[in-house]
């Protein structure tokens, strides 16, 4: 194998977030030779078609890594990165795991290229791809954390039915001819659910607690202040965020603009005299985070509202993976 | 006239609260004799059954109050009441406003009746009816700030497209079939809209700044501390709202449960164990407003998190008018 040619494999490759990583490998030009797509035996078999050649998707199984891998993308859910991201691991494939299984074990980077891509070089052949709601909140975040150090965050999400992936999107629509959901606890049609992952002992959902939790791990503010509230909206594609900041320096708004637009990932999208803020059918197909309705909130000192939207399958999993790869690759890892 | 008999005008009858106010009336059992529909021009002439009679609604003109009113109800937007409003007092008629033009005048009441119903008698003829997104917040807040003091409010919303009237629901449904919209700036169908009323100076749109200092009014805290983020979402009826609230005092969470269902107008639904709580398809339809997924907010002293919901044609605009018309009748004003 050629020294710059990697071989790559995709776990969950026939769900939602594997066959959008499949399009956006396809929009990149990385130096891989070899891509190996793998799927539960429910989905093995199947014939995917990528950068025009077809491929038969393999079952995945204990000695699915046998053969060597450099990198291998998991987007199969919790179960499965936990019986299998080990194994890999243990062949000497670098895993990047879509899941929320090993997020904040100590020992596992949890990274979004733009905020911590030297994290990466602390993995232990585990890399967590973080929780598609924290991934685009942490960018503006991190680019105005570095300037005036955050000292509170109050998150409320508006987050679409794709990040439920295919019975999701299938509630949404079925809802619109009435009938019942199969994977929200009540219909999303027509509704906001404040309701996405379980419930915990605290009254928090699980949702809100990796939103809190992944916050800090990767803004490296462990006592960070933050709070959430994480609502599931009838939109099919592309999360938004109502961010209230608190900061301990003072800051000019022109100064927060420029901060985030200058940032790596960032589209600042803020006139708002030409009807200019994100949405979510701006940030759908997309890679980059969008900010907008940037404005002091005059009811504390330091606080600022903003507006955040990115596609949660893209940026929000699918492409921060692929990203985190592309940097393993530079890191010549 | 007999003494305890009403004749009430609704002013703005054929649009979605005129309407609503009408089917509200008929849930009731109000002591009015006569009732009187007035819309502009452009509806005048156009039949509506109400109380299984068939009434001719009349154009609304300057001498539209000669004959003498006890009441009015306007939901026929600022205009209209800026003009017509004065001329209905100056008749000795109280007009029970719904629109913006009103509600800041020291003068002029801004009544939620659970809330702050005494200030009805302190009107010079006009009572201002609060905005829809108020409304359902004040009434829980009041609630906890009578018995914790509140410090500081953080509302992000999330708003029907029946607060856009008729054309607001026209494009949502409009959407779906790829029509672009025409009541709002961009798509609302598969879009979350940050963006509710015009942008102001500031950065504020105004319906944020409506939420800002009508809470303020309405709680008869000048001072206090207040944020919102508003936004339209793709549901038919019903807002819902996400508060983080602030308390001098500390509290229990069940002693804060107790106090909210306790109040009048609220129905508490809590138990996520179940997962029961505040929906838009549960609240349409209800006067009342619905509170839940209530728990602390770790990230700030005496910190609250709430998700309130209201149907906000009806508690928002038609019952709220109807029940401080109750009120009215009730001090025999």
Redesign the interface.
């Known amino acids: 194998m050629d020294n710059n040619q990697y071989k790559l494999a995709i776990v969950g490759a026939t769900g939602l977030v594997g066959r959008t990583a499949l399009k956006v490998l396809e929009e990149k030009n990385l130096p891989i030779s070899e891509y190996v797509f793998f799927a539960s035996s429910h989905s093995s078999g199947k014939e995917l078609v990528f950068q025009n050649k077809t491929y038969i998707v393999r079952e995945l199984t204990e000695s699915s890594f046998d053969e060597g891998f450099d990198f291998a993308i998991f987007s199969a859910g919790s179960d499965t990165a936990k019986k299998y991201a080990p194994i890999a691991a243990a062949h000497g494939c670098i895993v990047v795991d879509n899941s929320s299984a090993f997020r904040m074990e100590k020992n596992v980077p949890l990274v979004v290229p733009e905020v911590n891509p030297e994290e990466i070089k602390n993995n232990h052949g585990i890399i967590a791809n973080p929780n598609c709601s924290t991934i685009q909140a942490v960018v503006p975040l991190k680019a105005l954390d570095n300037k005036y150090h955050i000292t509170?965050?109050?998150y409320?999400t508006?987050q679409a039915v794709s990040g439920a992936g295919r019975l999701g999107l299938e509630d949404l629509e079925n809802g619109?001819k009435g009938i019942p959901p199969k994977k929200f606890?009540?219909?999303i049609y027509?509704?906001?659910?404040?309701?996405i992952d379980v419930?915990l002992e605290?009254?928090?959902t699980k949702e809100e607690e990796k939103m809190i939790n992944e916050t800090r791990k990767i803004l490296k503010r462990p006592g960070l202040?933050?709070?959430a509230?994480c609502?599931r909206?009838?939109?099919?594609?592309s999360h938004?965020e109502?961010i209230?900041v608190e900061f301990e320096k003072p800051f000019e708004?022109e100064e927060i603009r420029e901060t985030l637009s200058n940032y790596p990932g960032i589209v600042l999208l803020d006139n708002?005299?030409k009807?200019e803020?994100?949405?979510?059918?701006i940030a759908s197909g997309h890679d980059e985070v969008y900010v907008?309705?940037?404005?002091?909130?005059?009811?504390?000192e330091n606080?600022l509202?903003l507006?955040v939207v990115a596609d949660n399958i893209r940026k929000g999993a699918a492409s921060n993976a692929i990203q985190i790869v592309e940097k393993l690759i530079e890191y010549d890892m």
């Open positions: 509170r965050v109050v409320s508006y619109a606890a009540h219909p027509n509704n906001c659910l404040p309701h419930f605290n009254g928090y202040k933050v709070t509230t609502v909206v009838p939109v099919t594609n938004s109502s209230n708004l708002v005299s009807n803020y994100p949405l979510a059918t907008g309705r940037i404005r002091r909130d005059e009811s504390v606080g509202n507006w």
